[in-house]
């Protein structure tokens, strides 16, 4: 259950949508637990630990009320990581769950979302409570015994004592 | 939470403990989450998969108060499986947490505990919650998210509601 | 030894390379053995698996005269997969071998090099002899020992044999 | 191609076989390309990756002349390692290919035959050419690809060349 002087999670800022029929908020997501998991398409890391971690996840999760919530965070390469070349991708990774461009800044590499969060790169992982606080956040891939019991307390905790 | 209902975790009856200055009983661990683990040494599901988790468990819960209980079931090849082979395995394998020898049946193959628990084989798994029911026993190995899932719900569980 | 009926591996056409200072052709390795790796960079088998193989069959054969080509062969996805994406999937992946990108046919999404192999598809390899026969061509990935076996045997015959 | 002054492998001192009708010896193999794969039943890096290593070796290599042999060279634990625990762990981990258990050696808990070879430990492996050297030999576990590579090189070379 989050203390009361636990971070809010700030919002997204996204550029564009895919597998949602309509974009995606954290403030309209509140009540619920959101596994937020930034990553880059050319990350070695995503693709073979974290992307495969979240499929996991979505899997083994699927019948309570957790929503995952991908974002495309480029902050190198951007020529490269287009947002066509981010269609294709999801396509051939079979990637299903919504996934969100984070929105440019045209005076930095770095994008918006991935600035509030102080993303130290990709990929990363925030854990949202009921509530709309930061439970957990993460640089790379943490062990699955220890995701899968913290997304169970998170979603154990009291839709109430958002 | 257990539910009322649910069947409670039969006592353990076993010939030899190792790794523990004292015998154990599921009786004196009410109050706590126990994860008991059946094996063979020769049982190569559990070389390769289930023992490595138990060790990952142990790890990832080393804060809480979880207590991880091994159980050498043996059922075939008794003579290949003695005590003094067990205990070199326990060494080799840097198995540090208590293992418990299953109580040979002078009229069965299957010892007695095993047969309590009704095994269907090795490697297999039972959780206990704190108040001594059994909430979730299986045959083979589980994947690491919804075990953890699984264990963290169990200590989640008020120590008052036994 | 290459049998003298074996097919001529077909020269390379190839828009663009990466990783060396001038253009390779067949032609002018022949003598040496070569190693053919036909991937896509949004192809998860080939990212998952027949890169990294491809990598340590780098590492293991470095004392040798093997020569490892990759060749980017995009039959799908053209937009999502374009040069500069390439450029930075190599970088991202530290891979410093010559890659050449196939040619594109204007008839046809298939590459003009794809076809003369008649690749079936991504991950592709080919294994081509001292004398430029096809001595084992696969898609898909096979298993290392039955690769490293294959390329060492290619390298014992002798540079005359041609 | 074994040079002329290349160790020859010392000959075999077996207390019992298994999985053969009758007793191997190096003398009777040469001619062939023997693989001597020294375990010990209790060995964690044996049952994890040499054993496993060495069943892909004989499915790859399942139609050349390569002979591969087994040797349990117990040099600790020795009341936990007896036959009848070998003989069962055989047939759980499904070994199928001749092993022989080291002869004891009374003054010693080193074995006869891993003296001879003066083996450091296990897992341990030598590679023995068709004319009785030794081609290789290797404490612990190297990649299948340059093992793969190793026993082909080994394979390639003429029987006359004993």
Redesign the interface.
Known sequence: MPMPDLPYAPELSVSAWYNTPEPLTLEALRGRVVLLHAFQL???GC??QSIPQVQ??ER??ANTDLQVVGLHTVFE?H???SP??L???L???RIGSPVGVDMADEQSPIPITMRRYAFRGTPSSVLIGRDGSILHQTFGVE???????????AL?AARTSQ
């Not at 062990?143 to 307390?153: F, H, N, P, S, Y």
């Open positions: 050319l990350c070695p693709v073979a996991r996840i083994v999760f390469h020529e490269a990581m066509v070349t269609e294709a991708f396509h051939e990774y062990e699955d015994l220890a995701v899968g019991a913290r997304i169970a307390t154990s």
